[in-house]
T-cell receptor, first 116, second 110 residues
Framework: DAGVIQSPRHEVTEMGQEVTLRCKPISGHDYLFWYRQTMMRGLELLIYFNNNVPIDDSGMPEDRFSAKMPNASFSTLKIQPSEPRDSAVYFC??????????????FGPGTRLTVT | KNQVEQSPQSLIILEGKNCTLQCNYTVSPFSNLRWYKQDTGRGPVSLTIMTFSENTKSNGRYTATLDADTKQSSLHITASQLSDSASYICVVTPYYQLIWGAGTKLIIKP
């Protein structure tokens, strides 16, 4: 398996523009997570899905952020409009669950977003 | 409040030396504890996952310990190598949650 795939790897955009980040989880994994990482705040969980359904979006910073998972092999994280404070590395991860606990998470390489 | 605290925040050691990283947590209910290694510019990679009943778990030169009574874990790295330079993050999981620590940045100097 190729692991979790994210695109693009780097994105530079101007404030006010729409940004879409993409993720393909590992085949067979039923959980998908979106994280944001900055030097100041570390790794933050934004939202996670189970079987394509959003379960917990309490980490989504504000209404400018939205995430979708139209099928088991694809998810998007959209920021509209983007702001400079959104600059960060965004990671996607996928995992299985054992009972009610997450099993090992596999992370993608991340998308480095710079908003100028 | 569920929290995971790691120490030290950063650490510099010479190649070949051993080191120990600490993780204290106030998380309930506890299910498992994980240590991740994150190289600069890459996503975290799992080193170990420990359940409530496990006290020690090894992965090559990495050995994690868990004391569920005191709610403490440590990650011991033996005979450090330059490739061990990375951030090491402790994660504790109650039901359907992931509580991430801020990580320890480890630098190995030749």
């Amino acid at each position: 398996d190729a692991g979790v795939i994210q695109s693009p790897r780097h994105e530079v955009t101007e404030m006010g523009q729409e940004v879409t980040l993409r993720c393909k989880p590992i085949s067979g994994h039923d959980y998908l997570f979106w994280y944001r990482q900055t030097m100041m705040r570390g790794l933050e969980l934004l939202i996670y899905f189970n079987n394509n359904v959003p379960i917990d979006d309490s980490g989504m910073p504000e209404d400018r952020f939205s995430a979708k998972m139209p099928n088991a092999s694809f998810s998007t994280l959209k920021i509209q409009p983007s702001e400079p404070r959104d600059s960060a590395v965004y990671f996607c991860a996928s995992s299985l669950a054992v009972g009610s606990f997450f099993y090992e998470q596999y992370f993608g390489p991340g998308t480095r977003l710079t908003v100028t | 409040k569920n929290q995971v605290e790691q120490s030290p925040q950063s650490l510099i050691i010479l190649e070949g030396k051993n080191c120990t990283l600490q993780c204290n947590y106030t998380v309930s209910p506890f299910s498992n504890l994980r240590w991740y290694k994150q190289d600069t510019g890459r996503g975290p990679v799992s080193l170990t996952i420990m359940t409530f009943s496990e006290n020690t778990k090894s992965n090559g030169r990495y050995t994690a310990t868990l004391d569920a009574d005191t709610k403490q874990s440590s990650l011991h790295i033996t005979a450090s190598q330059l490739s061990d330079s990375a951030s090491y993050i402790c994660v504790v999981t109650p039901y359907y949650q992931l509580i991430w620590g801020a990580g320890t940045k480890l630098i190995i100097k030749p």
